[in-house]
């Protein structure tokens, strides 16, 4: 495990939200900026868990922002990292930009339409339905009209993130490692985020921190017993864990431009905890 770098500083606040599940919190992480010279971004997610039945079913959401010139957080990772952040389950703001009266979502020999929310100007969701079915392997490939005076318009695609099957997890003592399993997919543009929620307030069972771990999609992952006595000391009515794989890809549209689409599929639960034996 690995020192906490700028860039991976930028990838887990940015993710810390995304978990949520929702592309508007990349313009709440980003900040919003009409400056001259900012750059078009428009942020689109599709989310799904491992609660769904199958045929699974996503959700789709995308907003478009300007903001100042950064790189945009990318799932394909090379080292594993942790870190202790803030968690934060919904922060999201609203884009400044239109891209057109509907937006066109592909997956396999479907389409589906994206507008505007009414009671949400700027966010743009599924016009008819909730969510969309769809079948481990298939890829989602999103058609933006543009408009005159916002965002471009492009296209972009992804597969879609594919089900974690994550392994039954023996509860640890409090002074032993934590140790998680799945199956990898074989992808390095996948990774996994393990997100360990928790307080130690005493008044409240309302997670508000998290130890954030982004890790290389390769089938395990262990979490040191050491980076993990925040987490073993909190309110135990607090603790949760949520397991999540994500698959981002970046297109640019032009010289100021930028798409951005994530994947995920996630799942979260409790952890029984064993008191460590006193020697």
Not at 5 to 30: D, E, K, P, Q, Y
Request: charged fraction near 15%; aromatic fraction near 8%.
């Amino acid at each position: 495990m690995t020192t906490p770098r700028s860039l991976f500083a930028l990838r887990a606040r940015v993710t810390a939200v995304l978990v949520g599940g929702a592309a508007l919190s990349l313009s709440s992480c980003l900040s919003i900026s009409d400056a001259e010279g900012s750059d078009r971004i428009g942020s689109i997610t599709i989310s799904s868990s491992l609660s769904s039945q199958v045929p699974r079913r996503a959700t789709a959401t995308a907003t478009f922002f300007t903001t100042q010139p950064t790189d945009l957080p990318s799932s394909r990772v090379t080292s594993d990292q942790c870190g202790t952040f803030n968690y934060v389950p919904e922060s999201f703001t609203p884009g400044n930009l239109v891209a057109g009266e509907s937006l066109q979502l592909q997956v396999g020999s479907e389409t589906y339409n994206m507008s505007e929310r009414t009671n949400l100007p700027r966010v743009y969701g599924l016009t008819s339905g909730e969510s969309f079915p769809f079948a481990e392997g298939d890829s989602v490939r999103i058609s933006i009209p543009g408009t005159a005076g916002g965002f471009p318009p492009g296209q972009i695609g992804v597969r879609l993130a594919e089900p974690l099957d994550l392994q039954p997890i023996v509860a640890p003592q409090t002074d032993q490692d934590l140790s998680f399993e799945w199956t990898a997919n074989g992808d390095a543009n996948s990774s996994v985020i393990i997100s360990m929620r928790y307080t130690n307030a005493v008044t409240t069972e309302v997670p508000d921190a998290q130890l954030l771990c982004i890790v290389r999609d390769i089938g395990s992952y262990t979490i040191p017993s050491g980076t993990l006595g925040i987490y073993y000391s909190s309110n135990p009515a607090s603790r949760q864990v949520n397991v999540l794989r994500w698959r981002t890809n970046t297109v640019r549209v032009d010289e100021r431009s930028q798409l951005y689409l994530v994947s995920t599929i996630d799942t979260t639960f409790t952890l029984p905890l064993v008191e460590a034996r006193t020697r």
